[in-house]
């Protein structure tokens, strides 16, 4: 294949129009590029008020193979055209998966099923090495009818809801594959969300998202694959306790009851698994603060959104919802204010586990077609906020937060929300105006500073006015401001071994988001499959 980077056309172009394109630029008639195929398709708004273009990576077969392929290269026309477009020869690349025969009768168990532990059981499962998955919350089914009954009724399921479950936090969220990481797992990541339902857009789009909507099959599609491999996948059961003997782990405790004799265990518990952290701790696996991020969901009409990013191209069907990624540096403090996991036509969340507790969470469907569209509005974390060296002690500081949003809020799940308007005129809000907040079981108009840090909310203060600068009707007083959202990232590393990616405890493999290494669906599930071959290597020794 040939890769060519960076072709611009307005977002009125016809496919011939690309294609002819791509013949310009490798110098040949247009019946020459029949075989191509867009490898990363993206939005340039940069001139909104004139047109927006779209920008195009594409791949391109040409007859007779490689020597065909390298005289191109060395055309004029493709020497000339290299100045603004990168044109290459690429490689597929091909992910192999080996076939062990285990030296050991112990089969390796997985404890989650968010994208780290989903990835690591596919791969050990099609390795033949056969493994135990463990998920404390229920599978897909049954857990959308947990989150169901709790946003109707305000009655939480703690082991069953928005964080656990099959699929992890992700099934309840826009289903982003947005990374930063460069890793070439990605490619077999994407192909096999595909391969289990995701629609094969994710290929191609610049900021790709399956929706929860879709993600929901994927996971019990990928479920279903490791099941067919031989693995064994067991909802509605906890990791309660390990058992360690001269710093190996032996076996699993299952529910307080039931012992499983193992030397390898995938810890792929998401950051919401507090009780686990805590038993861990005490079972000696060493762990060091991390520093995350807390704040609010902000929350306004998907159309104003829309109209600012695109202008008088603001409807077009090609675009769809418009994206932000917003940043604002403070000019008094360290402190920095930032946009995450905005979620296009979409709802704010309640994302909670633990009774007593109210978090926030954004949702999308595949089609981002609701109302308003929202965002995370966070302020970082540092580990001098916590009050202590503990590691544990980033857990204790968002539990703290999270119950005074619980109360302030009404005790009832509720969730707090301020009018943007009334915030940055430091008064308690007591109504609701023209943009209809999305969170259920309700909300309850008030004061977010009984419930944030007073670090936050003076940061969240001095930075919206500047995100007004960049994104007309950000800081809209009728806007609204949802808390809390304290869970954009563990608050914690279980440390691991940098060559056999092991802890402390010999067979443990920390993994994923909830033990530190990774920081959304894509890197997580990267971050599993990469714990996975480690543990290929041990079992052929």
Request: charged share 25%.
């Amino acid at each position: 294949m040939i890769s060519i980077q960076q072709i611009s056309l307005p977002i009125t172009h016809s496919e011939n129009e690309l294609q002819e394109k791509i013949a310009e630029l490798l110098g040949l008639n247009l019946d020459d590029v029949n075989n191509f195929k867009i490898t990363k398709r993206a939005i340039d708004s940069r001139k909104k008020n004139q047109m927006i273009y779209f920008v195009y990576s594409v791949d391109v077969e040409i007859d007779g193979g490689n020597d065909a392929e390298q005289k191109i290269l060395k055309s004029s026309a493709v020497k000339r055209n290299t100045i603004h477009h990168r044109i290459a020869i690429t490689e597929p690349y091909v992910y192999e998966i080996p076939q062990i025969v285990p030296k050991k009768n112990l089969r390796p168990i997985v404890i989650g099923t968010g994208p780290s532990g989903m990835f690591a059981a596919l791969l050990l499962a099609k390795a033949g090495l056969k493994p135990l998955v463990i998920e404390r919350g229920g599978d897909v089914d049954s857990r959308i009818k947990d989150v169901e009954n709790f946003l109707a009724t305000g009655k939480l399921n703690t082991k069953s809801n928005i964080q656990f479950g099959e699929g992890g936090v992700g099934t309840f969220s826009d289903g982003k594959l947005n990374t930063l990481i460069t890793n070439p797992r990605i490619k077999y990541i994407f192909d096999e969300f595909v391969k289990a339902g995701a629609p094969d857009t994710i290929l191609w789009d610049a900021k790709p998202h399956i929706g929860t909507d879709k993600i929901r099959n994927v996971a019990k599609n990928i479920r279903k694959q490791i099941i067919d491999q031989g693995g064994e996948v067991r909802f509605n059961t906890q990791l309660t306790d390990i058992k360690i003997t001269k710093g190996k782990l032996t076996s699993i405790i299952l529910d307080g009851n039931e012992e499983i004799k193992t030397d390898t265990l995938v810890l792929a518990i998401g950051y919401s698994a507090r009780d686990t952290y805590k038993m861990l701790f005490e079972r000696k696996l060493d762990m060091e603060q991390k520093t995350f991020s807390i704040g609010v969901r902000i929350e306004h009409k998907a159309e104003m959104i829309n109209k600012s990013q695109y202008y008088k191209f603001w409807n077009n069907e090609k675009l769809g919802r418009a994206k932000y990624k917003l940043v604002s540096h403070s000019d008094k403090g360290n402190r920095t204010v930032y946009t995450f996991c905005m979620c296009p036509g979409g709802y704010v969340m309640p994302a909670t586990s633990q009774e007593g507790h109210v978090i926030t969470n954004g949702m999308s469907e595949y089609a981002q077609d609701g109302e308003n569209s929202n965002s995370a509005l966070l302020v970082n974390v540092g580990k001098n906020d916590f009050g202590s060296d503990h590691p544990l002690a980033g857990i204790e500081f968002q539990e703290k937060w999270e119950k005074k949003a619980f109360e302030i809020g009404g005790n009832n799940y509720y969730a707090p929300i301020q009018l943007v308007g009334d915030f940055l005129k430091n008064q308690k809000s007591t109504e609701i105006r023209s943009i209809k907040p999305t969170y259920e079981p309700g909300v309850t108009p008030t004061s977010l500073d009984s419930c944030l840090p007073d670090f936050v909310t003076n940061s969240l203060r001095e930075a919206l006015p500047k995100l007004e600068n960049k994104i007309r009707g950000f800081a809209h007083p009728d806007a609204i401001l949802t808390a809390i959202e304290t869970r954009s990232s563990s608050p914690l590393r279980i440390v691991r071994d940098k060559e056999t990616l092991q802890s402390n405890i010999a067979g443990i493999y920390p993994t994923g988001e909830g033990a530190g290494y990774a920081g959304g669906i894509v890197s997580s599930a990267a971050d599993g499959m990469l714990v996975s071959e480690a543990i290929f290597s041990a079992y052929q020794l």
